[in-house]
């Protein structure tokens, strides 16, 4: 993991110009740069290592409390930075949704990884058979939904490694729902014909929630309920009819793992503790957003959003106000390249000129284009071209994509260290 966070500065970081080429994380706390008044190019995405610190404190403390474990989903920031954080605070492994995230993972470190997607290629099943062979404590395990999938699987493994076995989850879905067994009878076909097959290890079952369709939140909690409830069940015949195997001393028992950024404290009701003593379980979370939380999505859905346990958001984007072309409209210099909009635009939260922030909650962005954004700026806010904009975010994974290299700062906005991404 080394080798990655200590790639030096250079000029395909958009927000680092030439004056701070070949300087390292280590190098810049000490240097007291600027994040916003000059130091970095603009636009920027910073991270507030407070905030960090704090989430991933807050998930371990939950995740101890409950006696379960957290694999994080990777895909969040795919950072070895924020990766080797969320392992020194006790993740049990990680979670990656591709076979190639699960490259970059295992090259961070990481040696406890679930895929949480069907692997059904033979380039991604000779990776897995390949570093299985080479490695034998490196523990994977991907997922199958249909008894397709399973002699699919079967006849690729035949091609690539004869000898060897993958370990496999059943796959859990809902109506209109994403991939996954849509009933109890199917989920258990599946279970059935994954135990039998000599090349597959049934080791759980898998599921998420996080997009259980609704009209509020409280009634999508309602739906995943009754979606955990099916999937309790149904871990319970599978343990009375002794379809898993477990041959691995991190998972010595079945796996069980759900649970987003959302709904985990459903995942935790439903799951955790309450398993006769001879038919126990291994709950693994997956959350992977509560790492730098938001400021629209999860800030919405979040079961820690309004409580004694809070997340805080660490990610902020900065542009500078480019134009002010026509009464109540302000044009804002990043876009689409530097920031997600798949659930909903940035939240402007900060007008800052002459090194100080003003709150600015009641301007809006309405719309993004590559590189600009535009804000509806209501009548009598005191906003110039050149002032900066600092914008909250909705879905950390669409911003975290846009930026190989981000500055985490200190709430002064000084930059304190250095967070890679390999996407």
């Given amino acids: 993991m080394t080798e990655n966070t200590s790639l030096p500065i250079g000029w395909q970081h958009k927000a680092f110009g030439t004056d701070l080429h070949g300087l390292r994380s280590s190098d810049l706390e000490a240097l007291g740069i600027p994040a916003l008044d000059g130091g970095l190019l603009l636009p920027v995405m910073t ?3 407070e905030a960090i610190s704090h989430n991933l404190d807050v998930m371990a403390r939950f995740c101890a409390d409950h006696d379960v474990d957290l694999a994080p989903h990777a895909k969040t920031t795919m950072s070895p930075e924020l990766v080797r954080r969320q392992l020194e605070a006790g993740a049990w492994g990680m979670t990656a949704a591709t076979v190639a995230q699960a490259r970059i993972l295992r090259e961070f470190g990481v040696d406890t990884i679930i895929i949480a997607s069907q692997v059904l290629d033979l380039a991604g099943i000779r990776w897995i058979c390949d570093v299985q062979s080479t490695d034998p404590e490196f523990f994977v395990a991907t997922l199958v939904d249909s008894i397709e999938s399973v002699q699919l699987m079967e006849r690729l493994i035949a091609q690539v490694s004869p000898s060897s076995r993958i370990r496999v989850l059943v796959e859990l879905g809902y109506d209109s729902g994403r991939a996954g067994a849509r ?6 076909d599946v279970a059935r014909a994954a135990s039998q097959a000599p090349s597959l290890v049934l080791s759980g079952v898998e599921g998420f929630e996080g997009m259980m369709p609704g009209a509020s939140v409280a009634a999508r909690r309602i739906s995943v309920d009754s979606y ?9 015949i599978c343990l009375a009819e002794n379809l898993f195997e477990n041959n691995s001393t991190k998972a010595s028992l079945p796996l069980v793992t759900f649970g987003g950024s959302a709904f985990h404290d459903q995942v935790v009701r439903k799951f955790a503790g309450d398993w006769a003593a001879d038919n126990g379980v291994r709950v693994v979370l ?11 999505l999860y800030a919405d859905t979040s079961p820690w959003a309004n409580g004694p346990i809070t997340l805080q958001a660490a990610v902020e984007v900065w542009g500078v106000v480019l134009s002010l072309p026509e009464p109540g409209r302000a044009i804002l210099g990043f876009g689409r390249r530097d920031v997600g909009s798949d659930a909903g635009f940035p939240k402007v939260l900060w007008r800052r000129r002459d090194g100080s ?3 600015a909650r009641t301007l809006s962005i309405t719309a993004l284009n590559d590189q600009h954004a535009y804000v509806d700026v209501p009548e009598g806010f005191d906003v ?7 914008c909250g975010i909705s879905h950390p994974c669409t911003t975290f994509d846009k930026w190989s290299l981000i500055p985490e700062v200190d709430a002064d906005y000084r930059v304190v260290g250095l967070v890679h991404t390999f996407f």
């Fill in 47 to 49: 991270l507030n290592r």
């Fill in 183 to 188: 009933t109890l009878e199917q989920a258990l």
């Fill in 228 to 236: 955990l409830s099916s999937a309790r069940a149904f871990t319970e």
């Fill in 286 to 296: 997956r959350s992977g957003c509560y790492i730098t939380h938001d400021h629209g």
């Fill in 357 to 359: 922030n003003r709150p």
């Fill in 384 to 390: 110039r071209v050149g002032d900066l904009l600092g």
